[in-house]
């Protein structure tokens, strides 16, 4: 069956994002200089712009930092999807990430709920890393 | 910052037909509003100087809806132009921005412009504007809805609190024949009953999308007196863009940018909060104006439940807000919303939704205008006088 919603917006920059992704590895660019890890993608640290960089392997662990459930489908595609939860996760390494919550009813998702990381092969080029709730709580 | 106190003044207002209507492109509606504010401030079109054009959101990287074009079309000579992004916040730093110019002598009168067909024609505004479709985050709700659920999370406010915005604002569209929501009272009921998009935000915690067009015009104070209208001075200004990414962002429950750039403009213009009249607020949803009062000091972050209430922020209230219904119960016109409304609240042109004698509210003086843009990443506050 064909997939018919959005994918991700590949380019130049956040092309070994995705390629990681497709290979089921949540990796981000960490700076070589001072060891902060960004995200989204960019050439240069915003904290020092230092210009080297090293694609650290995240855990994939986290919590829930806030999360919004969808009850309109703004695209047809997410019409049997609805309601679905979209959610800002926090890794343990520090950065945030938005993604979604799957495998739990939406009204047991609250802040703070541990989470963990999944990938979803949405096609043959494309994996998402998505989270569910961390097993053993 | 240099003081840029009452050195500038806004000396013209151009609207356009708004709401739904179709068969208009977006450049129709800045070149109407930018016609019509130059005829508002009586003035030639050659001595129309500077141009400031907020491009539509439809058209980011459309080359043909570009400041030059809009000069051509207007038959303008400018030798002070630009396309003004900062988001939601464009028309405050806008003001700004030409009231620098026309201080310092870049150009005399310049027209800062808005329009977009965002409800007939291709709108951008449901659709997965900073990435995240492959998610199924779609619109600017998106961003806002994680905010304001932190919101809930940290500050303990919700739907009582919003509730109480959205009716305030809607018992001013119900004062207002432009506004979209202008037959339409609403109940608490009303509000509750509306159904939830992205939740925590149900339909009434959430703008508009309208067709049309704002624009006004800045000129020095000096030159000001000689315009057809009387003047709206700019007493405060100020600006802060902290620009973080949604999910690295700390400012999601507040602190947001209407802090420090509030407390530059209070400063600049030598008054404190409770100098303010009244308060026209960019309400893209109601959780931001809770941020923006908070921001500017009327009340506590967390406190907003006891402090907004909608008899005082409605026609009679102590605490006017969004006076012509705002984008949530006006239209949705980006910033000019809010700074066009103070302007013809200023002047004393709002008709049955007057402040002051009309709408038993005190006559306004003074009149705070918040402009915020992406997920509150970026700011701006003008404090205009009559």
């Given at each position: 069956m064909r997939y018919e919603k959005p994918l991700p917006v590949i380019n130049e920059d956040n092309a070994p994002y995705w390629e990681y992704a497709r290979g089921h590895e949540l990796r981000m660019q960490k700076c070589a200089n001072c060891g902060h890890i960004r995200f989204?993608?960019?050439?240069?640290?915003?904290?020092?712009?230092?210009?080297e960089t090293e694609w650290t392997r995240l855990s994939g662990k986290g919590r829930v930092y806030s999360y919004v459930i969808y009850h309109q489908a703004y695209h047809p595609a997410y019409k049997n999807d609805i309601p679905y939860a979209v959610a800002i996760i926090q890794l343990k390494e520090g950065p945030r990430m938005e993604s979604n919550i799957t495998?739990?009813?939406?009204?047991?998702?609250?802040?703070g709920m541990p989470v963990e990381l999944y990938f979803d092969d949405v096609t043959e080029d494309v994996s998402l890393p998505k989270f569910k709730p961390a097993e053993g709580g | 910052m240099e003081s840029m106190k009452d050195k500038a003044a806004i000396v013209g207002v151009g609207y356009t037909p708004q709401g739904k209507v179709p068969g208009r492109s977006s450049m129709s509606f800045h070149v109407e509003a930018a016609r019509n504010a130059i005829k508002d401030a009586g003035l030639k079109i050659g001595q129309v100087d500077g141009l400031l054009m907020q491009p539509p959101m439809a058209a980011m990287g459309d080359f043909m809806v570009a400041p030059a074009y809009l000069a051509q079309k207007l038959g303008l000579r400018v030798r002070f132009m630009a396309a003004h992004?900062?988001?939601?916040?464009s028309a405050g730093c806008m003001a700004q921005h030409a009231a620098w110019a026309v201080v310092h002598g870049l150009a005399d009168y310049v027209v800062c412009t808005y329009g977009e067909n965002a409800l007939s024609g291709i709108s951008e505004y449901g659709t997965a504007l900073n990435g995240g479709g492959e998610y199924g985050m779609f619109g600017a709700v998106a961003g806002y809805a994680l905010a304001a659920r932190r919101g809930i999370h940290e500050l303990g406010t919700g739907p009582e609190t919003w509730k109480e915005i959205a009716m305030a604002v809607r018992k001013w569209a119900n004062l207002n024949p432009a506004a979209r929501y202008h037959d339409r009272p609403m109940s608490y009921e009303d509000y509750y009953n509306s159904r939830l998009v992205v939740e925590p935000f149900r339909l009434f915690d959430i703008c508009l999308i309208s067709d049309g067009g704002r624009a006004f015009i800045v000129t020095t104070a000096e030159r000001a007196k000689d315009c057809k209208k009387k003047p709206v001075y700019i007493m405060g200004m100020g600006q802060d863009h902290s620009a973080t990414n949604v999910p690295q962002a700390t400012h999601l429950a507040g602190p947001i940018g209407a802090k420090v750039s509030g407390e530059e403009a209070y400063k600049m213009a030598g008054i404190t909060r409770g100098d303010i009249d009244a308060c026209e607020i960019y309400d893209c949803f109601t959780y931001t104006v809770e941020m923006t009062l908070s921001g500017y000091g009327f009340f506590a972050l967390g406190e907003g439940k006891d402090f907004l209430k909608a008899e005082r922020l409605a026609p009679g209230g102590d605490f006017p807000i969004?006076?012509?219904?705002?984008?949530?119960s006006e239209a949705y016109f980006q910033g000019f919303t809010a700074l066009i409304e103070a302007i013809v609240q200023l002047r004393g042109e709002?008709?049955?939704?007057?402040?002051?004698a009309v709408t038993k509210t005190k006559a306004p003086e003074i009149i705070l205008v918040s402009h915020n843009g992406g997920v509150m990443q970026t700011h701006s506050t003008l404090i205009l006088r009559r």
């Open positions: 989204p993608v960019s050439i240069v640290c915003p904290k020092c712009h230092s210009l495998g739990c009813r939406m009204e047991d998702i609250e802040i | 992004d900062v988001w939601g916040a969004n006076t012509s219904g705002g984008q949530l709002a008709g049955k939704r007057q402040l002051g």
